[in-house]
């Protein structure tokens, strides 16, 4: 199992910029995948984007292209995730999340997921 813990959330205004960290722990070996979703009030968890571990293979949703970066560090078996132009829209729920190969299923899931921590952006 792996648990997640994230971390750099907070209030900023709109044109500003946070970073999240996201710190994995336990069995990481199987990961094949890191990412960030998101959650706001009333709303479903959509998808912002992952980093393939094998290759840095990364994916954005469209909302975000131009403005987040993800980055990893294998070493600590970390994600991040540069957040610049925040927008109000933006204010969520952020979690990170481990992808792995299910063996069972021959499916990738993401199994794994982190508490969350709330980006509020205000106008």
């Known amino acids: 199992q792996v648990q997640l813990v994230e971390s750099g959330g907070g209030l900023v205004q709109a044109g500003g910029s946070l970073r999240l960290s996201c710190a994995a722990s336990?069995?990481?070996?199987?990961?094949?995948?890191m990412g960030w979703f998101r959650q706001a009030p009333g709303k479903e968890r959509e998808f912002v984007a992952n980093?393939?571990?094998?290759?840095?293979?990364?994916n954005y949703a469209d909302f975000v292209k131009g403005r987040f970066t993800i980055s990893r560090d294998n070493a600590k078996n970390t994600v991040y995730l540069q957040m610049s132009s925040l927008k109000p829209e933006d204010t969520a729920v952020y979690y990170c999340?481990?992808?792995?190969?299910?063996?069972?299923?021959?499916?990738?899931?993401?199994?794994?997921w982190g508490q969350g921590t709330q980006v509020t952006v205000s106008s």
């Open positions: 980093i393939r571990w094998s290759d840095d293979r990364i």
């Open positions: 336990g069995r990481t070996f199987s990961t094949t995948a």
């Open positions: 999340a481990v992808e792995e190969l299910v063996a069972t299923t021959a499916l990738y899931e993401y199994r794994y």
